[in-house]
């Protein structure tokens, strides 16, 4: 089955704080709907642009683009 990383894009001074308070929402949304993940990051890819993501089995990927609208995905590869 394909694994695919949703990815929540941050931009400016505060965007790594920003990308981090996202994540707990994330991990509190998958926890709530008893989603299973196999994993849940940030990444900060500059000084003003950080990204939050979670890897989910393809089979969830509808459920949670349609619900938390992430702004791209991609597959996820380790």
């Known amino acids: 089955m ?3 990383k949703l990815i929540w894009d941050f931009r400016g001074p505060a965007a790594k ?3 981090e308070h996202h994540l707990i929402h ?3 949304y998958l926890a709530l709907e008893n989603i299973p993940f196999i994993v849940t990051d940030i990444e900060s ?3 003003f ?3 939050a993501y979670i890897a989910v089995e393809e ?3 509808k459920k949670i683009r349609d619900e938390l609208k992430p702004h791209r995905g991609q597959l ?3």
């Open 59 to 61: 089979i969830y990927m």
């Open 45 to 47: 890819l500059s000084e």
């Open 76 to 78: 996820y590869t380790l």
């Open 49 to 51: 642009h950080t990204i």
């Open 17 to 19: 704080k920003t990308a």
């Open 2 to 4: 394909k694994k695919i």
């Open 26 to 28: 994330l991990q509190e």
